[in-house]
């Protein structure tokens, strides 16, 4: 079982930066599969960016693509979403997952989910 619990959302302009954090329970989080999605107002909850186990392959969608990077470090169970050049568009509340599976985007396969944070980016 992982627990989840994000922080690091907030109000910023566009254009601007912030750096979300997840913090993992758990002494088995370096074999999760980890990744963040957001879910703006009346719109399904969509892909962001996701980071394999060990081996730190990633993925990202295009509309963050060379904005966002994920980043996780097993030694304090944690896994950052670094966003830079932020858009009114990015504005979502942004969800922390981890999965059993080393790699993937689809939330089918995210067993555990943070409650979220809020993301709003001001034009």
């Known amino acids: 079982q992982v627990q989840l619990v994000e922080s690091g959302g907030g109000l910023v302009q566009a254009g601007g930066s912030l750096r979300l954090s997840c913090a993992a329970s758990?002494?088995?989080?370096?074999?999760?599969?980890m990744a963040w999605f957001r879910q703006a107002p009346g719109k399904e909850r969509d892909f962001v960016a996701a980071l394999s186990t060990s081996t730190r392959t990633t993925i990202y969608a295009d509309s963050v693509k060379g904005r966002f990077t994920i980043s996780r470090d097993n030694t304090k169970n944690t896994c950052d979403l670094q966003m830079n050049g932020l858009k009114p568009e990015d504005t979502a509340v942004y969800y922390c997952?981890?999965?059993?599976?080393?790699?993937?985007?689809?939330?089918?396969?995210?067993?555990?989910w943070g409650q979220g944070t809020q993301v709003t980016v001001s034009s």
């Open positions: 997952a981890a999965t059993r599976i080393v790699l993937t985007k689809s939330k089918l396969d995210y067993d555990y």
């Open positions: 758990g002494r088995t989080f370096s074999s999760y599969g």
